[in-house]
């Protein structure tokens, strides 16, 4: 798929994150939680519990010189229900390591909205970046990858997930990858590998937004 196909369907790309960490992110970039840990030069034991496992509080970070990160909570995942969805062999482990590999977009307001009125977010602020879909991935397209699913979620019936579930942007076109998916006819989220450290060149605006209210 080319960037002008996806940005055909899909203008705009959202990312949630924490109040305030778009001065961070301005400044590094918008990091995966693995390299986020990189840049904070996080001790291999205290890295094992925040990539490998499931987090069941926010956990935040402190560096001499980058001041604090806040890495999110994965409490829409149950481990016993992601034991039971995953596919290719994949360990809960290994699939927690493929997620904080990632730095993660929704792909449409619709998804964003589910986010932000979801029982768990209902009473907190986030900070959502708005991205011009086109720009980012003209330059980022070997590293865009497509998925059908909420990856990061497990609630109610968990979809199938495995080791094809984030698909190279430009290895299928839409038609194709709608056939390997099952006849899906949505991309839910939009990946980039490791990092985007030039996010604020694709960044439109960063709102405030209180959970639980209508992003539109």
Same mark, same amino acid.
């Given at each position: 798929?080319?960037?002008?196909?996806?940005?055909?369907?899909?203008?705009?790309? +959202?990312?949630? &994150?924490?109040?305030?960490?778009?001065?961070?992110?301005?400044?590094?970039?918008?990091?995966?939680?693995?390299?986020?840990?990189?840049?904070?030069?996080?001790?291999? @034991?205290?890295? =094992?519990?925040?990539?490998?496992?499931?987090?069941?509080?926010?956990?935040?970070?402190?560096?001499?010189? +980058?001041?604090?990160?806040?890495?999110?909570?994965?409490?829409?995942?149950?481990?016993?229900?992601? &034991?039971?969805?995953?596919?290719?062999?994949?360990?809960?482990?290994?699939?927690?390591?493929?997620?904080?590999?990632?730095?993660?977009?929704?792909?449409?307001?619709?998804?964003?909205?589910?986010?932000?009125?979801?029982?768990?977010?209902?009473?907190?602020?986030?900070?959502?970046?708005?991205?011009?879909?086109?720009?980012?991935?003209?330059?980022?397209?070997?590293?865009?990858?497509?998925?059908?699913?909420?990856?990061?979620?497990?609630?109610?019936?968990?979809?199938?997930?495995?080791?094809? &579930?984030? &698909?190279?942007?430009?290895?299928?076109?839409?038609?194709?990858?709608?056939?390997?998916?099952?006849?899906?006819?949505?991309?839910?989220?939009?990946?980039?590998?490791? @990092?985007?450290? =030039?996010?604020?060149?694709?960044?439109?605006?960063?709102?405030?937004?209180?959970?639980?209210?209508?992003?539109?």
């Amino acid at each position: 798929m080319l960037p002008e196909c996806l940005a055909a369907r899909h203008p705009r790309l +959202y990312h949630v &994150t924490e109040p305030g960490a778009w001065s961070n992110i301005k400044r590094h970039g918008l990091l995966s939680t693995s390299r986020l840990l990189d840049l904070f030069e996080a001790e291999s @034991h205290e890295r =094992d519990g925040i990539e490998k496992k499931r987090r069941d509080s926010s956990v935040k970070i402190n560096h001499p010189q +980058y001041g604090y990160a806040v890495i999110n909570d994965n409490l829409p995942i149950s481990e016993k229900a992601l &034991t039971n969805c995953l596919d290719d062999n994949l360990t809960p482990s290994e699939w927690f390591q493929r997620l904080n590999s990632r730095v993660f977009f929704w792909a449409s307001k619709e998804g964003v909205n589910r986010l932000l009125n979801a029982r768990l977010n209902r009473n907190r602020l986030r900070e959502l970046i708005v991205v011009d879909t086109l720009s980012l991935a003209k330059v980022h397209a070997e590293k865009i990858e497509l998925c059908p699913i909420n990856s990061g979620a497990t609630f109610r019936k968990a979809a199938r997930r495995g080791v094809d &579930t984030f &698909t190279p942007m430009l290895k299928y076109n839409f038609k194709d990858w709608s056939k390997l998916r099952g006849q899906q006819d949505r991309i839910l989220e939009v990946t980039v590998r490791e @990092h985007v450290l =030039d996010i604020a060149q694709h960044t439109l605006e960063v709102l405030l937004i209180e959970g639980g209210k209508t992003f539109d």
